[in-house]
């Protein structure tokens, strides 16, 4: 037997486990394809959510509070706890 003999041999003897590794390096692509888009778009959506957050704590403080002692430590308190659940 020559060599194109046995290796067609060796192909169709080991068929089933070919395809398996070949559908295995597909799924594995095509994670990996999927993977850079979604962790993009995870990050848009953060930074949008933290844009809108930041927006809600400049207009409330700036409107809805009056400069009164009492309420300016309530404004810094409440700042404190806004920040610290943005970053």
Known sequence: MDLVTKVKLKIKMNKGKIINILIICGVIFFIYLIHEPVVDMVEKIISKIKEILSTIQKNYFST??????????????????IKYYIS
Do not use: C, D, G, H
């Open 64 to 81: 809805y509070l009056p400069p009164n002692k009492t309420q300016l430590q309530l404004k810094q308190k409440y700042q404190s706890k």
